[in-house]
């Protein structure tokens, strides 16, 4: 199916109260989905945002330990701007986080601790895109994503890490979706427009990751970036920019 022939986007839904966002890296979420998430707070839903590693290797001019203290401030800044208050880091290595139980582990406790109905993650498949041509998907991302997906599930199961109900945290069977931001196959869509101008104040807040990335001035560079990709959903979302996911319902 072409583009042009793709199906229409449904909108997200809406009935749910709280949401747990779970990525890799600093700024995941601000190249992904922060318009969806301003929208969201806007609409006095509570978001909690997970950070799998500091990002400490993401920025070549910087050694780790400089750089993951300051990506952890540039994160919570950037989480500030959209309306989320709580952001949270594990300590698994930036570049060569692994798919396994220990990482399974340690998002089901966070979702035990927060009892989100939403959870929202990145792409999880090997490439950005459909066909031989499409870029490789980062191994962080992918093995982050594919343990959320898991870690829905195992947050609902008493016998999965039963230590973890040792610690205090229950199990919690109320996530009712996975949405994964950037797939190659979305489903659903969030409406870009009234959170566009604070998801790029967000992005900006990565200030220092993005003066690494690209020698295009910082604000040119993070607007027209949302602006495409916002843009790109819109012929699928009645011509409104939007972020679209891909819904897995539980």
């Known amino acids: 199916m072409s583009d042009t022939e793709a199906a229409d986007l449904a909108e ?3 009935d749910w109260r709280r949401a747990l966002a779970v990525v890799a890296h600093p700024d995941d979420l601000e190249y992904g989905c922060a318009a969806a998430v301003a929208s969201w ?3 006095g839903k509570e978001v909690v945002y997970l950070l799998v590693s500091r990002g400490e290797a993401g920025i070549d001019t ?3 330990e400089r750089c993951g203290p300051l990506r952890e401030r540039e994160q919570r800044a950037s989480a500030a701007v959209v309306g989320v208050d709580t952001v949270e880091f ?3 290595r930036d570049g060569v986080i692994e798919y396994g139980t220990a990482l399974r582990r340690d998002i089901a406790a966070a ?3 927060h009892r989100p109905e939403l959870v ?3 792409n999880h498949r090997e490439s950005w895109g459909d066909g031989p041509g499409a870029p490789r998907n980062t191994p962080d991302h992918v093995a982050v994503g594919r343990a959320v ?3 829905a599930a195992d947050a609902g199961n008493r016998w999965i890490f039963p230590e973890l109900a040792e610690d205090g945290l229950d199990p919690w069977d109320g996530v009712r979706w996975v949405a994964v ?3 190659s196959t979305p489903t659903h869509a969030v409406d870009a427009g009234p959170g566009l101008a604070r998801a790029v104040d967000s992005l900006l807040c990565h200030r220092t990751y993005i003066e690494a990335l690209t020698d295009q001035d910082p604000e040119e560079y993070v607007r027209g970036f949302l602006t495409e990709t916002t843009g790109r959903t819109a012929g699928r979302f009645g011509g409104r920019p939007a972020v679209s996911f891909e819904l897995f319902p539980r």
């Open 12 to 14: 997200m839904p809406g």
């Open 41 to 43: 707070t806007d609409a």
């Open 62 to 64: 910087l050694a780790p």
């Open 90 to 92: 594990l300590d698994h």
């Open 111 to 113: 979702i035990r601790r």
């Open 120 to 122: 929202v993650t990145l």
């Open 149 to 151: 997906l898991d870690a």
């Open 181 to 183: 931001a950037a797939s």
